[in-house]
DNA sequence: GGAAATTCATTCGTATGCAAATGATATCAA
DNA sequence: TTGATATCATTTGCATACGAATGAATTTCC
C-alpha cells in the first residue's frame, strides 16, 4: 500500500490500525524536513545572514520603518524571537532603532543605508535560493505545490 | 506595469525588476509558516511532547534498540540535536541508553515500557494532528501535496 | 476623569538546530 | 602491526522559537 493510499484511506475512512502508523509519511515530519533543506540551501548561498535575519531586511524593504512589533507579525515572529533577531542586525550595523515620537512603547525599526545596500545585493541570491528549493519540481508542479502550501501555512 | 507584464517579462527574459521580491511568495518563507503551524497543532494536541521527542519515541517503537546516532539519522537530527532530545526522554523515564557490547563508541537507545506505553496512547493523536495540519485541502490535494513535498523533502 | 483592559516591549526558561572542535573507539591499509 | 582514517558521541557557541511573567504606555469604557 502506498503513502497516498494511507492518506486516503486516514481521510476516508478516518480510522487505521496503529501498526501503520509511519513517521516518514506523517505531514509534520516530511514539513519539518523540507524546512531543513531550505535552510541548509539557504545558508550555502548566504552564509552572513541566517532566513529569519534576511526576512526581516526584506520586509522592511518593503513597508519602511515599523514598530518591531509590526514588524514580528508581517514576517511570522513572536515578539521575543523578533527582538533577538532586530537586536543582531542593529549590532552589526543593518537596522537602526528609534523610539515612536507619539506613542512610547513602541520600537521603530529602519533599514540603515548599509542594511539597504545588503538586502539589494542579497535578493539575486535569494531568488537562486527559491529556485534550487523548488528545483526537483516541474513548473506546473511549482504552481501546484504552492498553491496548496500556501493553504496550509 | 500589469501582473501580466512582469509575468511576460519573467518568462521571456527571465529576468524581474528587483521591486517584484515579495518575501510572502518565496517558498521558504511560507515553508517556515506550514511549520510552525503544524507545530501549535501539535503542542495544542500534544502538551507535555515536542514533536522531535514525538518522533524519537516513534521511531524506536518502529526499529527497537538503535544508537543514538543511527536514530539521529532516521529522524533527521545532527548529533547534537538527537543528544538533547534523547536526554530529555532519558530524564523522564521514556527510553533508557546502554552501551553497544561490541563497539563501544555506540550508545544504544531503547523504549522504556513507560515509554512505549506513551507512544501507543499518543499516536491517535498524533493522527488528529497530521488530519488538522492537512484539514485546510480536499482528500485529492492532499495526495497531491504529499507527493510534492516529499520530493522536496 | 479614572479604573480596567489592551498593546508594546523585555526578560526568563526551555527546546530545537547546526557548525566546529574534541576525545574515544574502530577500521583500513601499507 | 601500526599509522592514517573514519565513526560515534560529547561539548560549546550561536541563533531561532515560543510560553509565561513583568512593566510601561495607551486605549476603552463607564
Redesign the pocket.
Known amino acids: 500500500m502506498s503513502a497516498e493510499d494511507n492518506l486516503l484511506k486516514l481521510v476516508e475512512a478516518e480510522e487505521v490500525d496503529d501498526h501503520d502508523y509511519l513517521l516518514q509519511e506523517q505531514v509534520g515530519f516530511i514539513l519539518?524536513k523540507a524546512h531543513?533543506r531550505h535552510?541548509?540551501i539557504f545558508?550555502a548561498r548566504i552564509a552572513d545572514l541566517?532566513?529569519?535575519?534576511f526576512a526581516a531586511l526584506a520586509k522592511l524593504r518593503d513597508v519602511g520603518e515599523t514598530?518591531?512589533?509590526?514588524l514580528g507579525t508581517l514576517i511570522?515572529?513572536?515578539?521575543?524571537?523578533v527582538?533577538?533577531?532586530i537586536d543582531?542586525l542593529k549590532a552589526r550595523g543593518l537596522v537602526e532603532l528609534s523610539r515612536h515620537e507619539?506613542?512610547?512603547?513602541?520600537?521603530?525599526v529602519n533599514l540603515t543605508p548599509e542594511g539597504r545596500d545588503a538586502i539589494e545585493r542579497l535578493i539575486p541570491l535569494a531568488r537562486e535560493i527559491t529556485q534550487e528549493t523548488l528545483a526537483p519540481l516541474s513548473a506546473k508542479e511549482i504552481a501546484t505545490f504552492m498553491k496548496l502550501l500556501a493553504k496550509l501555512a
Do not use: E, F, H, I
Open positions: 519539518r531543513q535552510v541548509s545558508a541566517t532566513p529569519p535575519q514598530s518591531q512589533n509590526q511570522a515572529m513572536d515578539a521575543a524571537t527582538k533577538g533577531v543582531r507619539v506613542d512610547k512603547r513602541r520600537l521603530l
